[in-house]
């Protein structure tokens, strides 16, 4: 990607990351009510989420 200089794998793969992380977020389907991830792909939407608890538990676990 000449924008974030990440390396892809194929050109099918930058098209879809171009879409997912550098296009407009409004037109894709799932969008995180935590942070501005969006993306049209219900699996990698539920691995963002994943992360987000993840990390607040994290959170909380070292708050106590």
Do not use: P, R, W
């Not at 794998?9 to 296009?23: D, F, Q």
């Not at 969008?31 to 538990?57: I, P, S």
């Amino acid at each position: 990607c000449t924008i974030c200089i990440k390396v892809l794998m194929s050109l099918n793969s930058l098209k879809i990351h171009m879409k997912n992380i550098h296009g407009d977020k409004k037109d894709l389907k799932y969008h995180c009510d935590k942070c501005e991830y969006a993306t049209e792909h219900k699996k990698l939407f539920g691995n963002h989420q994943k992360a987000h608890e993840k990390y607040e538990e994290k959170l909380i676990l070292n708050f106590y």
